[in-house]
Each structure stands twice: as structure tokens, then as C-alpha cells.
């Protein structure tokens, strides 16, 4: 049996790529990219990466942890950002080098993504998936079943591994025809487009290149920060507020003892200090502006504490 590795966001077009070449009795091994900008979830229950790709009939599912690397490609990507911190070409290519290597590990065939032409103007135009397919090393090995008729003939179909008549010469940014492909599968929750991706998001992606042009500290640890909170810049000081109480414990959990963490002593926002050496007055401050107790007792006479966890 045929085996592919199928590069899976969870969004609805690796879903269908995956169910397309499972019906051509293809063996479908999901491999699922984190970092704290994507797919971080698994990092603590990779289990359940597992048992999602078994509802959906694939054989195996893999979750590997590219941080560090992914990390690399942000600070400066060779084809540039999309509307935020997006490096999309730079990320495909990553993406599919890391998948090419495991190929001979995994015993594959071939690889297969859930692109469609024409979809997303920066990486998914004909001439991009050309320059990410040869950057990548991967040409002929990648196929991209939902426009397959539209691409060039690769190599699993010239062996005869899948028939290029069942597989889509699909274009374009409409979801009609996902929709429909996805109720013939019999597919009883559809997923989204894609499975989401954090520096396109204009809040988060403004913030990751604030961080990278202003040459501050970007590490596994800060880019999982920089997933949440309220973030105050200044001149050579970073600081991370929790806005609600879920944050504030999610704040602790992840600095433990690598930052230093403050608070007031009526209720208030967990505070961390990521670069620089502020003072107390400038932390309590801050930290005043976003707890109105605070603010109250201290108009009472009250008297207001920094404390630090």
C-alpha cells in the first residue's frame, strides 16, 4: 500500500486532501507542525491530535514541536511578510523541508497539502507554488489533490499511486465546492478554512514585528507570551499583563520563575517584567490603571503595596 504524509492544518482543505487520497486507498500519516503560534495545543495532549485523525479515518497522526526553527524563519523571511508577521512562502517551504526529511523515516511516498490554486494571493498563486516546491526540494513528490488537474502531473501519479481522474481542478477563494466535496465525505462537522495562524491575526502579528524590529528578546518562551495578554512597550522595558483571571494564571504557569512577576495588593493583574528594570512606582502605576479597587482605595486613603510572586 501507497503511504502519504499530509501536512495537516485541521482546516477543511487538508481534511478533504486527506479523506481524497484515503479513498484511493492510500495510506494517510497526518503530521501536525506546532509552536506557539499554531496547533499549541497539542504540546501538552499530543493524544488528542491522535484520536481527532482517527475520527476522520487517517492512519496515523504525528505532532512535532518546530519552534526554534520556526522561530529562525519569522526574524527574517527571503520572500517577506504577508499583511502581519505571515512569512507564507518562507513557511510552506519550511514546512515541507521538515516534512521531506521525514519521508524516508516514515517509509512515504509521496507528500500532500490541502492548497488550492489560487486561494491565497501571496503563496498560492501558480508561480508561488512553483518557487515553494523547488526552495523546498520537493517537486514532483508534492501533491495537492484539490487541484491537482490544474498543477503538473507529479510523480505519485505517473507511478500510478493515485489517478489523476479522481483527483479536483479546483480554484479560487469561494468554499462552495469544499462544502459540497465535505457532504459527499459525509463529514458531520465541518472545520475551518484553515487551522488558524496567529501572525495574521492583526492584533498578535503587529506585536511579533514590533518585537522584531525593535530587536527584542524572541524566544520559545516570549512568542508564547506573545500569544495573549496586554503588552506595554517602552524605552528598553516589555511588560506582560494577564487582562482576566484565566491570563493571570495561564501568565504565571508559563513565566514560573524566568521573569519577574508583580501584583497589588488589592485585586489587579499579575504583571511580568520581560526586559528592563522599572521601578516600583512605575509598576504600581501601571498596574492601577486596570484595577479600579485599587484606584478606590487608594482615593479612600488606603494604602496601595506592589507585590511581588
Keep these: ?71 529562525e524563519v519569522l526574524k527574517s523571511p527571503k520572500h517577506g511578510y504577508g499583511h502581519y508577521a505571515n512569512p507564507c512562502i518562507d513557511c510552506k517551504i519550511f514546512f515541507l523541508k521538515k516534512a521531506r526529511d521525514l519521508m524516508k523515516e516514515l517509509s512515504a511516498d509521496f507528500l500532500a497539502t490541502g492548497e488550492v490554486l489560487g486561494q491565497r494571493p501571496m503563496s498560492q498563486s501558480k508561480m508561488a507554488m512553483e518557487i515553494i516546491e523547488k526552495e523546498a526540494g520537493v517537486e514532483g513528490l508534492l501533491l495537492r489533490p484539490l487541484s ?58 503587529t506585536r511579533v514585528l514590533r518585537v522584531l524590529k525593535e530587536k527584542r528578546t524572541f524566544t520559545p518562551l516570549t ?22 483571571e484565566e491570563e493571570n494564571k495561564r501568565l504565571k504557569e508559563i513565566v514560573n520563575s524566568s521573569y519577574p512577576l508583580f501584583t497589588l495588593n488589592e485585586p489587579s493583574p499579575l504583571l511580568a517584567v520581560i526586559e528592563g528594570a522599572p521601578s516600583e512606582e512605575y509598576l504600581k502605576n501601571l498596574l492601577l490603571q486596570y484595577s479600579k479597587k485599587a484606584r478606590k482605595k487608594l482615593e479612600e486613603g488606603g494604602k496601595i503595596e506592589l507585590i511581588s510572586i
Design 148 to 205: 491537482a488537474k490544474l498543477l503538473k502531473e507529479t510523480l505519485p501519479e505517473k507511478k500510478g499511486l493515485v489517478k489523476r481522474e479522481n483527483l479536483y481542478g479546483h480554484r479560487g477563494r469561494k468554499r462552495t465546492f469544499q462544502l459540497e466535496l465535505a457532504q459527499a465525505f459525509g463529514l458531520e462537522e465541518i472545520p475551518t478554512p484553515a487551522g488558524g495562524c496567529l501572525p495574521t491575526d492583526p492584533i498578535i502579528g
Design 223 to 244: 512568542s508564547l507570551l506573545l500569544t495573549f495578554g496586554r503588552h506595554h512597550f517602552d524605552e528598553k522595558i516589555w511588560i506582560i499583563l494577564g487582562r482576566n
Design 1 to 71: 500500500m501507497a503511504k502519504v504524509l499530509l501536512l495537516f492544518s485541521e482546516g477543511l482543505d487538508s481534511t478533504l486532501a486527506g479523506l481524497i487520497l484515503k479513498r484511493e486507498g492510500i495510506e494517510v500519516i497526518a503530521v501536525r507542525f506546532i509552536t506557539p503560534f499554531f496547533g499549541w495545543k497539542y504540546k501538552k495532549e499530543p493524544q488528542a491530535f491522535v484520536e481527532k485523525i482517527k475520527t476522520l479515518g487517517f492512519d496515523e497522526g504525528l505532532v512535532i514541536d518546530v519552534t526554534e526553527e520556526y522561530l
